[in-house]
């Protein structure tokens, strides 16, 4: 499609397009810590708790591109 093949579009939405998803759910938190007025640890630790998957997923991606050189 476009002159790309499956691999490099897989690889541009498993990026940015997941990168793009983990963006909005930080919206998402932070729109739900205000709605239930959690005050700033409650922000913290909403963050902290519901975010800690896309840590895990940009430090795999940090690894990867260390190791690669």
């Known amino acids: 499609m ?3 093949t499956e691999q490099q579009i ?4 498993l990026t940015w397009g997941v990168g793009a ?5 930080i919206f998402i ?6 709605e239930s007025k959690a005050g700033r640890f ?8 519901l975010g800690f998957g896309m840590i895990g997923f940009i430090a795999k ?3 990867k591109w ?3 050189g």
């Open 10 to 13: 897989a690889q541009f939405g």
């Open 61 to 63: 991606g940090l690894i």
């Open 21 to 25: 998803f983990m963006v909005y759910m």
């Open 2 to 4: 476009f002159g790309y």
């Open 42 to 49: 409650g922000t913290f630790v909403l963050l902290l708790a």
């Open 29 to 34: 938190i932070l729109q739900l810590a205000r």
């Open 66 to 68: 260390w190791m690669n």
